[in-house]
Nanobody, 124 residues
Framework: VQLQASGGGLVQPGGSLRLSCVGS????????IGWFRQAPGKEREGVAC????????SYADSVKDRFTISRDNAENTLNLQMNSLKPEDTAVYYC??????????????????WGQGTQVTVSS
């Protein structure tokens, strides 16, 4: 199983980025899938996730109304559209798979497959 994340980069405050995570060896729409991030010196935290059972989504309060998570089943891809980016969004972003629960939650202990991470830097 591999999760390949991409799309990170350097963007100015207020800008946008779109992250993608492609799964190989695993069919992503069978499972809960999510995005996490880790800033230097901080714990990894949940950003957004999609439930396998009904496609419902969950967001961290800090990104609500700015980030949108989606999946493309045909491409076996998870996406994260990030708008109105702030310096505090700077982190390494990871995609992850939870194979066991029916509904997703933003708790890293629930996820057992992880991608390698992509760096997002928001700075002027």
């Amino acid at each position: 199983v591999q999760l390949q994340a991409s799309g990170g980069g350097l963007v100015q405050p207020g800008g946008s980025l779109r992250l993608s995570c492609v799964g190989s060896g695993i069919t992503l729409d069978y499972y809960n899938i999510g995005w996490f991030r880790q800033a230097p010196g901080k714990e990894r935290e949940g950003v957004a996730c999609i439930s396998r059972s009904d496609g419902s989504t969950s967001y961290a309060d800090s990104v609500k109304d700015r980030f949108t998570i989606s999946r493309d089943n045909a491409e076996n891809t998870l996406n994260l559209q990030m708008n109105s980016l702030k310096p505090e969004d700077t982190a390494v972003y990871y995609c992850a798979v939870d194979r066991w629960d029916n509904y997703c939650i933003l708790r890293k202990a629930s996820y057992d497959y992880w991608g390698q991470g992509t760096q997002v830097t928001v700075s002027s």
